[in-house]
């Protein structure tokens, strides 16, 4: 069993939707989440950090943890064509952590 | 500022061979650390490298080998190539913003082995 699941799509919206992208994790130890956004042929470029189970929102995106389901979710309202990309979630067992665990990415298109 | 960048942009190898990636980090940062990306995948963490020296090391082989230089530069060193090893190679620097490391990703290196 991997250590952090995600579903890789890929997943089709129609632009202005809200998209929701998950993983689910099985080591109660990781501590931080992250989200990555990676466009093709490019490195994953960090959207948002969160380390407590809740909501943490920064403009159209929104970070939720929850620790007692070990599920995290990524929405991003108001979706643009720019949005199109593969997201990454990604976790860490500790602060001072840099190893990172990252989920396999979900392919996402936002169709004008 | 120039972000992480990373050379060459493509390799294509044969298999047996040995190969050295190059990266450079971003301003500021003084930790690298190294991932491949199979297609499909997401990174997995091959090692990092602070002052020198290798702080943490993911699970790969021996095959695979780094440096980091003074001005924080490093090399990925990966010996008798297979063909498992094709991917994508991503450094990213670092730095601690409290609570947390923040990581930043050079572009890759795409390797192709033949």
């Known amino acids: 069993q991997k250590e952090v699941e995600q579903d890789p799509g890929p997943l089709s919206v129609p632009e202005g939707a809200i998209v929701s992208l998950n993983c689910t994790y099985s080591n109660s130890a990781f501590q931080y989440f992250m989200w990555y956004r990676q466009y093709s042929r490019k490195g994953p470029e960090l959207l948002m950090y969160t380390y407590s189970s809740g909501n943490k929102e920064d403009g159209r995106f929104t970070a939720q943890v929850d620790k007692s389901s070990k599920y995290i979710s990524l929405f991003i309202r108001d979706s643009q064509p720019s949005d199109s990309a593969t997201y990454l979630c990604?976790?860490?067992?500790?602060?001072?952590?840099?190893?990172?665990?990252f989920g396999s990415g979900t392919r996402l298109s936002i169709r004008p | 500022d120039a972000g992480v960048t990373q050379s060459p942009t493509h390799l294509i190898k044969t298999r047996g061979q040995q190969v050295t990636l190059r990266c450079s980090p971003k301003s500021g940062h003084d930790t690298v650390s190294w991932y491949q990306q199979a297609l499909g995948q997401g990174p997995q963490f091959i090692f990092q490298?602070?002052?020198?020296?290798?702080?943490q090391r993911g699970n790969f082989p021996d095959r695979f080998s780094g440096h980091q230089f003074p001005n924080y530069s490093s090399e990925l060193n990966v010996n008798a190539l297979l063909l498992g090893d094709s991917a994508l190679y991503l450094c990213?620097?670092?730095?601690?913003?409290?609570?947390?490391?923040?990581?930043?990703f050079g572009p890759g290196t795409r390797l192709t082995v033949t």
């Open positions: 990604a976790m860490v067992l500790y602060s001072s952590a840099s190893k990172i665990i």
């Open positions: 990213a620097s670092s730095f601690f913003r409290d609570p947390v490391y923040e990581q930043y």
């Open positions: 490298y602070y002052e020198e020296e290798e702080r």
